[in-house]
């Protein structure tokens, strides 16, 4: 579904990918784990198409197109989803307005016809009520004045509204409470976890991994992946931290 060869990006003139490799197929979670500063939250980036982050070099294949050649609408349109690790606020359009005109606009670009106001807001009601967020939320201004938590349960819902198929969720886990860490694990399951899907999941804990079991894991120090594994490497990184493993 999605292979990366030799990815490299550079910001403000400095190179933070430098010959990154991963390839993930339909059906598979993969864990991306590793220091601050390694170059997450950047391949999220670079993947999704943000402003700013532009490869400059290497190739990035999903589902046989060249991804890096398309517009970020286009990526998304395509099925790719990426929830931030610092959500954004946007004031001034609700979280309905917002989802809903995402959501018919890759649907357009599919030729699938749009959803009708109706159709939207049953599918918005289901998914808030699947994640525990109060439906109310999703007539507030996207995450403004949102909880941290909040805010990332919000993607979730966000999530599982579009449908992607392919989510990298940036530390997707970081300022959840207990409770909606659990929700928020099983939401990942529910939306994501089908043989036609895949996700990559970055995080710093195992905590996540409890309830989002990975098929792979994999660290990535410097720009690059120096480590893969299964399940069992997480652990090893929880017990050792990088210093040994990503030497
Ligand atoms: N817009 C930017 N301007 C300058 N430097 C940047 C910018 N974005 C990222 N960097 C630098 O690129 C490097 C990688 O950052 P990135 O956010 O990808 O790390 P990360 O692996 O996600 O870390 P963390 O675990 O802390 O989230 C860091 O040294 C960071 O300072
Ligand atoms: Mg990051």
């Not at 990426?82 to 005109?101: A, H, K, T």
């Not at 159709?119 to 949102?146: H, I, S, T, W, Y």
């Not at 392919?166 to 886990?173: C, G, K, R, W």
Request: no cysteine.
């Amino acid at each position: 579904m999605l292979k990366i060869t030799d990815l490299r990006a550079e910001i403000d003139g400095k190179e933070i990918l430098k010959g990154l490799n991963l390839e993930v197929n339909a059906g598979e979670v993969h864990a991306i784990m590793g220091p601050n500063g390694a170059g997450k939250s950047t391949l999220g980036y670079v993947l999704g198409g943000r402003p700013g982050y532009d490869a400059t070099g290497g190739s990035v294949r999903f589902d046989g197109q060249d991804l890096l050649e398309l517009e970020p609408h286009e990526r998304a349109a395509a099925g790719l989803f990426l929830g931030f690790q610092y959500p954004v606020e946007i004031p001034g359009i609700s979280n309905l307005q917002f989802v809903r005109e995402a959501l018919n606009s890759q649907r357009r670009a599919r030729g699938e016809a749009p959803l009708s106001g109706g159709e939207f807001l049953k599918l918005a009601r289901a998914q808030a009520e699947a994640l525990g967020m109060d439906v109310e939320m999703l007539k507030r201004p996207v995450n403004v004045g949102f909880s941290g938590g909040e805010k990332k349960r919000n993607e979730m819902v966000q999530m599982g509204i579009i449908g992607p198929r392919l989510a990298i969720l940036d530390e997707t886990d970081s300022g959840l409470d207990i409770d909606a860490l659990k929700a928020v694990g099983e939401g990942i399951n529910r939306i994501m976890r089908a043989p036609d899907k895949a996700v990559l999941l970055i995080t710093h804990y195992q905590r996540l991994l409890d309830y989002v079991q990975p098929d792979f894991v994999h660290v990535l120090a410097d720009g690059r992946i120096v480590r893969s594994g299964g399940p069992e490497l997480a652990l090893e990184l929880e017990r050792e931290g990088y210093g040994a493993v990503a030497a």
